[in-house]
């Protein structure tokens, strides 16, 4: 069996091979359909799949670049890297993040997940504006609002450098300048870590340190730690 996360329900599951596997006719690859190197590659092999999990059990594509030189296809498929249909899509949850912004951010994440490097780029940089907007700062222009977040201390110099640099490739993209440079996969990653860290600084991190400070304050009552002690037996202090 394969084991990935289903483009169906989301779980990591087997796929369990459900029938034979078939050949792509040459004409039909893409050029850029598998990772390995295409000089060493002979046949683009395909076979449908089924997710173990009880409650998907629905069918998905499994394709492979193979080089089969000993062996079954079907052996090699087992342990090679496959590409799936529907693709998994990734939608993390933002907690602690105002949820018109975490939604955005979830989406960027999704669009990554399906290789849309510049969608995923596009929807951080309207992260960060709308980052600064929920924190406050209306100041016109994207500039003005990342330097404003780290003006008032709410984001390091070094956050604001990153979130800078989602606002340059995001307007690349936003200003129709797609063509200037290539958009890697691997660049929108970038750009997405820097995204969490900004989101994780705003809102997260803050969060979960208030809950703590609760929890440490509410043990502290409930051991009765700073509480006024009782008077002493002969009235004097204790």
């Given amino acids: 069996m394969a084991s990935t996360i289903c483009g169906w329900c989301g779980d990591r599951t087997h796929m369990k091979m459900m029938m034979d596997p ?4 040459r004409g039909l690859w893409k050029r850029t359909f598998h990772r390995n190197n295409p000089a060493t590659v002979t046949t683009v092999w395909m076979s449908v799949f089924q997710c173990s999990n009880e409650k998907c059990m629905r069918l998905s594509v499994g394709s492979a670049a193979l080089d089969v030189r000993s062996g079954g296809v079907k052996d090699a498929m087992a342990e090679a890297e496959l590409q799936w249909e529907p693709a998994k899509i990734s939608r993390p949850d933002f ?16 669009c990554l997940s399906i290789g849309a490097a510049r969608g995923a780029i596009a929807l951080a940089r309207a992260v960060v504006e709308a ?16 330097n404003g977040l780290r003006d008032d201390g709410t984001i390091s110099a070094l956050t604001a450098e990153a979130s800078h640099q989602i606002r340059k490739d995001g307007n690349s993209i936003a200003h129709g300048d797609i063509g200037d440079e290539p958009v890697s996969v691997d660049d929108a990653q970038a750009i997405l870590d820097f995204m969490d860290v900004l989101l994780d600084e705003v809102f997260q991190r803050p969060a979960k340190l208030n809950r703590l400070k609760q929890r440490h304050d509410e043990r ?17 202090p204790g």
Avoid: M, R, W, Y
Avoid at 22 to 25: A, E, I
Avoid at 131 to 146: R, Y
């Fill in 220 to 236: 502290k009552q409930g051991n009765g730690v700073g509480a006024t002690p009782p008077p002493s037996p002969g009235g004097g």
């Fill in 131 to 146: 980052t600064a907007k929920a924190k406050g700062i209306t100041i016109q222009g994207i500039v003005a609002k990342i």
């Fill in 95 to 110: 907690v602690d993040v105002p949820p018109e912004i975490a939604s955005t951010a979830s989406e960027a994440h999704a």
């Fill in 22 to 25: 078939f050949s792509l006719p």
